[in-house]
């Protein structure tokens, strides 16, 4: 089993809907949690943090349910701009925590 | 404010040859880390560092040798290169501290022939 597993999609969407993507984790010990965004080509860019709690940027939410070991994201009326890979990343939790593993990434595509 | 910059962008090599990657961050970061992304797959820690003069092993370090004299700068060297090592490379940076992000550099796409 992977460390970090996500759907790889695509997801392909219309403008202005609404797009879920779910990760699951393995390690109970990972403490911090982050949703990155990749570009094609580029380098991957922080997206969000993921708290216990749930957070919210714009158009963005993110959960976390540590008792079955997922996070999740959401991006509320979609824009063409968000078309990416979306990459759900853990620290290794103990003494790995300044480690991160990475989700595989899923990638979505906004349609006009 | 320069962020995190890997020099060179691209390089094609021949088997066998030897070059270093090289990553300089300005924000005064103590974590720095090296990563290969081949496609499908996520990223793969090859080496990091915690601090100057301190190196560890990742995920694939075989074929990899990595060196923080300076803070700021932390070196990726390919002593033989193969194939196999055929990728995008890409280094991050991050201060310490729980739930602290890490801020990458643009990439090297490194290609052996």
């Known amino acids: 089993r992977k460390e970090v597993e996500q759907d790889p999609g695509p997801f392909n969407v219309p403008e202005g809907a609404t797009v879920a993507f779910n990760c699951t984790y393995s390690?109970?010990?990972?403490?911090?949690f982050f949703w990155y965004r990749q570009d094609c080509r580029k380098e991957p860019k922080l997206l969000m943090s993921?708290?216990?709690?749930?957070n919210e940027d714009g158009r963005f939410t993110a959960q976390l349910n540590r008792a079955s070991q997922y996070i999740s994201l959401l991006i509320r009326d979609s824009k063409l701009s968000d078309s990416a890979t979306y990459l759900c990343v853990v620290t290794g939790g103990g003494d790995s925590n300044y480690q991160l593993i990475w989700g595989a990434g899923t990638k979505l595509i906004i349609k006009p | 404010n320069a962020g995190v910059t890997q020099t060179p962008k691209f390089r094609v090599l021949k088997t066998g040859q030897s070059m270093t990657l090289l990553c300089a961050q300005d924000m005064n970061h103590e974590y720095m880390y090296w990563y290969r992304q081949d496609p499908g797959m996520g990223l793969r820690l090859i080496h990091y560092?915690?601090?100057?003069?301190?190196?560890a092993k990742g995920e694939v370090p075989d074929g990899y040798n990595v060196s923080r004299l300076k803070k700021q700068n932390f070196l990726l060297g390919l002593e033989s290169a193969a194939p196999s090592q055929t990728s995008v490379y890409f280094c991050?940076?991050?201060?310490?501290?729980?739930?602290?992000?890490?801020?990458f550099g643009d990439g090297t796409r490194l290609s052996i022939l």
């Open positions: 993921v708290y216990s709690s749930g």
């Open positions: 991050a940076s991050r201060v310490t501290g729980l739930g602290q992000p890490q801020h």
């Open positions: 560092s915690v601090g100057e003069g301190t190196t």
């Open positions: 390690n109970s010990a990972s403490q911090s």
